[in-house]
């Protein structure tokens, strides 16, 4: 069973950064973790993800904003998010994906709210 814990939201003016963080236990070697967000009324929805090997995948919307690492040894996965705005404003919740079996699992979430 793979437990995530995330780090890191809380309340930032627009055009601030934050950083969110986000460990692993108890997964494997192969696998892709990553970050989804859930506005208020709104599906949850891809942010970022980052494969083993460092391959990533941005939604348009924070490409170019947000940048995902992850450190291998330490099982952990990290969301630097610059120049916020109000629309990002939602859940963040880390997401895992065990290659070998094709399961899901997430943290349990940390609100970020980027208003003045």
């Known amino acids: 069973q793979v437990q995530l814990v995330e780090s890191g939201g809380g309340l930032v003016q627009p055009g601030g950064s934050l950083r969110l963080s986000c460990a692993a236990s108890?997964?494997?070697?192969?696998?892709?973790m990553g970050w989804f967000r859930q506005a208020p009324g709104k599906q949850r929805e891809l942010v970022a993800t980052i494969t083993v090997g460092g391959g990533s995948n941005y939604a348009s919307s924070v490409k170019g904003r947000f940048t995902i690492s992850r450190d291998n040894s330490k099982s952990t996965v990290n969301l630097q998010m610059n120049s916020l705005e109000p629309e990002d404003t939602a859940v963040y919740y880390c997401y895992y994906r065990n290659l070998v079996t094709q399961m899901d699992y997430w943290g349990q979430g940390t609100l970020v709210t980027v208003s003045s």
């Open positions: 108890g997964g494997i070697f192969i696998n892709v």
